[in-house]
């Protein structure tokens, strides 16, 4: 549209200078004589709008302040140990299974495993999570991360565009160049609203050369072109992207990746909050709490021996825990276990010292022949407090129920509390039994359980949630909720700056704090409050400027808009939109803590 206007002006200044007879022929001649020329107007606009593209780079180049700041996080070189040696290379050059030395105040240059050593390591600028994390031997480190104390060796693992790091780099410029939905319409509108300005400015033209007064061609000329320099559509192709490319970005500067724009934008229609329990709203390391047996069972430290040689050969977290316990808290050597079978959800079974082993729920113990009548009423009482009860039986006999405690993360129940006041309900899921779920539940303030659920079974309660008519969001860790998580409106893998989690979600919380999410849901409806705010000023610009373009308060006041002003004009509105998605910038996550005790939960309408 500026150079349909830009070159209508300058092509009749042109044409004016060639062919003078024709125009004055024309009558489009000034009192005097004179034709009028348009080139400075031509210029001048020109002029402005490079200023105003001068004025929109340079405010743009701050909304890639984030990948700036992240690209700049890796160290330009590693320590490394090679043939008993202390060498400084290029951090391109490091390999897997090198051995790197980190000493107090360095970055960590890639990520890697701890072989020795111990320090306390700040992730903040990862995770969003201000306490350094205590590392030592095992544990993982991330490239980019800051040694605050002592030194450490650690073997790399991940170097290059394998590290978090590049990864997360990545996701945001992926992110960023992303289009959320609400850009596909603002672009359908775009491609009505160029020719609708081109008919309005062709019918400027004649309504002006028809029935304006002397000199009429000239004030059809400079109105037509006022008309198409102002209504160039720019504020409202930089009123999407600007603000996606500086809330994702912010979202990055505190620990939270949305894959895409969709997510961003999507996140602020959620207004159901599904939680797995373990490791979500709770550490995610269980342990064992009491131990009750059977007058005929083995002694406590053969039924726990027992117990843990048969749960060696599972993945979930109460198994772990069993055996975690027997080495760690009781010393125990534990034999092998042959014949191990895991029904998914219920127990498992094993032989150990030529003794069949059932580990699980009093239905999956009954299902083989095994009735857990005499322990009911203490496990009932255990769940009652929040722990999950394992029965045990040994040869066929009932021989023992364990408790198993998760404690609440310290966020948790600030985080429900938080998303309670953003207006939102939340969900527990979990494959707990009903009466330890909702002891859990009632320590985190959570509105409702579900209670029981298999593994395989997640994607499809989360499905029966969304059938009530509301959009859903689930936050796992991203390795056991995959299904749901895709099933979900908006999955949220919550994890601890791991591969796995960023690739589970179309949102990752890269640290294990719930109160990440409250972030998210805070800076998605920052950030399209702001989309809002731009379109609305683009629309509301166009809408106002174009009819004052077209004259049409000349007839009572006698003003025109000069197209040198239209230029202006239309470049401040591009600057002003650039400028106020540049606000978000100035984005904080919310204050959490305003629950530091466990609630009630609410009352939820029936069905609900």
């Known amino acids: 549209l500026i150079a349909v206007g830009t070159s209508a002006a300058f092509a009749y200044s042109v044409a004016a200078i060639l062919f003078p007879g024709f125009f004055h022929a024309a009558g489009v001649a000034m009192a005097g004589g004179e034709l009028p020329l348009y080139f400075d107007t031509s210029a001048t606009i020109i002029t402005l709008i490079l200023l105003g593209r001068f004025l929109e780079a340079r405010a743009r180049s701050h909304t890639s302040d984030a990948i700036k700041k992240l690209i700049g996080l890796a160290p330009r070189t590693a320590r490394i140990v090679r043939d008993g040696a202390e060498v400084d290379i290029p951090i391109e050059a490091v390999v897997r299974g090198d051995i790197v030395l980190v000493r107090p105040g360095e970055k960590v240059p890639v990520d890697g495993i701890v072989r020795d050593g111990r320090s306390a390591v700040d992730e903040s600028m990862i995770t969003g999570e201000p306490i350094p994390v205590t590392k030592e031997a095992g544990a993982e480190v991330v490239g980019g991360t800051l040694n605050t104390s002592g030194a450490f060796r650690?073997?790399?693992?991940?170097?290059?565009?394998?590290?978090?790091?590049?990864?997360i780099v990545r996701l945001v410029q992926d992110a960023q160049g992303s289009k959320a939905p609400i850009q596909r319409l603002a672009d359908i509108v775009t491609g009505y609203f160029v020719p609708a300005v081109l008919g309005i400015a062709a019918l400027t033209f004649a309504i002006w050369f028809v029935f304006g007064p002397a000199p009429a061609f000239n004030l059809a000329l400079l109105n037509?072109?006022?008309?198409?320099?102002?209504?160039?559509?720019?504020?409202?192709g930089l009123a999407t992207p600007t603000s996606i490319m500086v809330g994702t970005g912010k979202g990055a500067e505190n620990g939270v990746l949305f894959r895409n724009a969709e997510a961003l934008e999507r996140l602020h229609k959620v207004r159901v909050v599904v939680v797995d329990k373990t490791g979500t709203l709770t550490e995610g390391k269980p342990r064992v709490t009491d131990i009750t047996r059977t007058p005929d069972a083995p002694d406590e430290a053969e039924l726990i021996r027992l117990t843990a040689a048969a749960e060696r050969g599972s993945e979930h977290p109460l198994?772990?825990?069993v055996v975690r316990y027997a080495r760690e808290e009781r010393s125990l050597e534990l034999p092998d276990a042959t014949s191990f079978e895991a029904t998914a959800g219920q127990g498992i079974s094993?032989?150990?010292d030529r003794r069949r082993v059932l580990v699980g729920r009093a239905a999956f113990l009954a299902a083989n022949g095994v009735a857990a009548d005499a322990l009911v009423g203490a496990s009932e009482e255990l769940a009652a407090s929040g722990k999950t009860p394992v029965y045990v039986a040994v040869d066929g006999r009932l021989a023992g129920v364990l408790a198993i405690a998760d404690t609440l993360k310290a966020g948790s129940i600030d985080a429900v509390a938080e998303l309670h006041r953003l207006g939102l309900d939340v969900v527990m899921l979990t494959g707990d039994n009903e009466t330890t779920a909702r002891a859990i539940a009632r320590q985190a303030g959570v509105d409702r359980v579900l209670a029981d659920v298999r593994p395989d079974e997640k994607a499809a309660q989360v499905r029966k949630l969304q059938g009530e008519g509301r959009l859903v969001a689930m936050v796992g860790d991203g390795i056991n909720d995959a299904p749901a998580l895709a099933q979900a409106d908006v999955g949220v893998a919550i994890g601890t700056g791991t591969d796995v989690a960023i690739e589970s979600g179309t949102v990752t919380l890269m640290s294990g704090d719930l109160r990440a999410l409250v972030t998210a849901f805070a800076l998605s409806r920052a950030t399209m409050r702001n989309i809002k705010q731009n379109l609305f000023w683009a629309f509301a610009y166009n809408v106002a400027l174009i009819p004052l373009a077209a004259g049409l308060l000349f007839p009572f006041t006698g003003w025109l808009l000069d197209p040198i002003f239209a230029a202006a004009a239309m470049a401040l509105s591009s600057v002003t939109v650039v400028s106020n998605a540049l606000r978000l910038r100035r984005f904080r996550p919310p204050v959490a803590g305003r629950a530091t005790a466990p609630r009630q939960p609410r009352t939820l309408p029936a069905g609900v």
């Open 154 to 167: 650690f073997e790399a693992t991940r170097v290059g565009r394998d590290t978090v790091l590049a990864q």
């Open 319 to 321: 198994g772990e825990a």
């Open 350 to 352: 094993a032989i150990v």
């Open 224 to 236: 037509t072109v006022a008309v198409l320099i102002i209504a160039c559509p720019c504020a409202l």
